[in-house]
């Protein structure tokens, strides 16, 4: 999860189809993950969060995949929609138990129309 | 309601000035954050309150001041920046992670641009 470069990943999607964001985390102690959307010029805003003792979550539309044996998180996004277009953040805790998230260096999603 | 807010939405100032950002939850989140973020970056920790107590200071230059008043407010004081502290301020604020970690909530931010 460390943030490396100047240029964010790109993912475009055609509107209508699913989106897969993906994500490798970087502490294999790490017990906690959130995903955020950021939106251009807002703050992230939280999608969805899983545990290591799940290995699926799902939410409205959403559904985090959690593959500790790989430390790789997964976010699906069902019938990908214009107002999806962002950027999605992975966070892990780190260390469990404390107040410091690392994020991922984020993935830019285009949806085309 | 899981709402961070932010005051100002935008601010721009010279590098003798002084300056704060504001920052307000209501969700009884006693753990608040205030992280930086530059373009095409994630956000980066700053500093952490805990029970309105400075938890974790990240070796953040001594021009930026952090000051949390009570539960609910969390200001951050600016003086003699510099143009590389230009950047998307963003406040958060979550449970304090007793048992496990809990979601954290960010707020809008504010776009800082130091002249």
């Known amino acids: 999860g460390e943030s490396v470069g100047l240029h964010l990943p790109t993912l475009s999607v055609q509107e209508g189809d699913n989106s897969i964001i993906n994500c490798a985390y970087s502490?294999?102690?790490?017990?906690?993950f959130i995903w955020y959307k950021q939106e251009s010029g807002k703050g992230p805003q939280f999608i969805i969060d899983?545990?290591?003792?799940?290995d699926k979550r799902q939410g409205q539309r959403v559904t985090v995949l959690l593959n500790k044996t790989v430390k790789h998180l997964s976010l699906q996004i069902a019938a990908t929609q214009p107002g999806d277009s962002a950027v999605y953040f992975c966070a892990e805790n780190g260390p469990p138990g404390t107040y410091k998230y690392i994020f991922g260096t984020g993935t830019r999603l285009k949806v085309l129309a | 309601d899981t709402e961070v807010t932010q005051t100002p939405k935008h601010l721009v100032m010279g590098m003798t000035n002084k300056k704060s950002l504001k920052c307000e939850q209501h969700?009884?989140?006693?753990?608040m954050y205030w992280y930086k973020q530059k373009a095409k970056k994630p956000p980066e920790l700053m500093f952490v309150y805990s029970y309105e107590k400075l938890s974790i200071n990240e070796s953040v230059p001594s021009r930026f001041s952090p000051e949390c008043p009570n539960s609910s407010l969390l200001n951050l004081h600016l003086h003699a920046l510099q143009p590389e502290d230009s950047a998307l301020y963003l406040c958060a604020s979550s449970q304090v992670p007793v048992r496990g970690s809990h979601e954290q909530y960010f707020g809008p931010g504010t776009r800082l641009t130091v002249t």
């Open positions: 899983i545990r290591s003792n799940m």
């Open positions: 502490n294999s102690a790490s017990d906690y």
């Open positions: 969700m009884g989140h006693r753990a």
